[in-house]
């Protein structure tokens, strides 16, 4: 049992290794909707309950900042990201130049 929770903490810790398969960004942004996620239920439950649920605004708007800020810069980073520069193909001459 120790040796299981012990390679899951390794495992955990090689996320924040420069090199690695995992995105941090995409994992943030999807804690941080996971939160946003939970709120809401909360939210939803304590209205059917009848009472109101006492969380500022401020603390909802800023994991939304967060979710939308971490997804989108691993959707820019992913656009402008690494391209491979292969150089055009040549024309032949069968093609027709204008």
């Given at each position: 049992?120790?040796?299981?929770?012990?390679?899951?903490?390794?495992?955990?810790?090689?996320?924040?290794?420069?090199?690695?398969?995992?995105?941090?960004?995409?994992?943030?942004?999807?804690?941080?909707?996971?939160?946003?996620?939970?709120?809401?239920?909360?939210?939803?439950?304590?209205?059917?309950?009848?009472?109101?649920?006492?969380?500022?605004?401020?603390?909802?708007?800023?994991?939304?900042?967060?979710?939308?800020?971490?997804?989108?810069?691993a959707e820019?980073?992913?656009?402008?990201?690494?391209?491979?520069?292969?150089?055009?193909?040549?024309?032949?001459?069968?093609?027709?130049?204008?």
């Amino acid at each position: 049992m120790f040796n299981y929770l012990k390679r899951k903490w390794m495992a955990f810790k090689d996320i924040f290794k420069d090199k690695n398969d995992y995105n941090e960004k995409s994992i943030v942004g999807f804690l941080s909707f996971a939160v946003m996620a939970i709120f809401a239920a909360a939210d939803i439950i304590t209205g059917i309950m009848g009472k109101p649920l006492t969380i500022s605004d401020t603390i909802f708007n800023s994991f939304v900042i967060v979710t939308l800020g971490a997804f989108g810069i691993a959707e820019v980073g992913k656009i402008f990201g690494k391209k491979e520069n292969t150089p055009p193909t040549p024309p032949t001459d069968s093609e027709d130049y204008i």
